[in-house]
């Protein structure tokens, strides 16, 4: 039984999380620093096989109207490069992820200011976590 794997990615870093095999619950996995795509793909596809991924969720980042932004265009290349391969890949809306993130690690009394790998998988996990809440309400 597969898991999916949830991606925030950025410039400079990718956040990534994985959905438990019964695909019930997402929770924050690694983050990878990004030299360039080529490279965080190589990494991807070693963690995709360790981890028996089935479905990628990509964290769509559309601005505050629903409209596409420079960083939408990134994620989209981003995105069919990974469909190239061959991989099965769905876009998640991402909006305030981010924000999200901060907010649930402040909660919990995690500094913020020097761990932005720890809110980038966390944000990652926050979309797969959307993303899994809509599949099982099919």
Sequence with gaps: MGRYLGIDSGEKRVGLALSDPLKIIATPFRTLLVNNTNQVIRELEIIINEQEVELIVVGNPLGMKGQQTVQTKRVMEFTN????????????????????????????????????????RTAAAIILQQFLDKQSKM
Excluded: C, F
Aim: aromatic content about 4%; glycine content about 4%.
């Design 81 to 120: 490069k990974l469909k190239d391969i061959g991989y099965t890949v769905m876009l998640e809306d991402e909006r305030l992820s981010s924000v999200s993130a901060k907010r649930v690690l402040i909660e919990q009394k995690i500094k913020t200011g020097y761990n932005k790998a720890l809110i980038d």
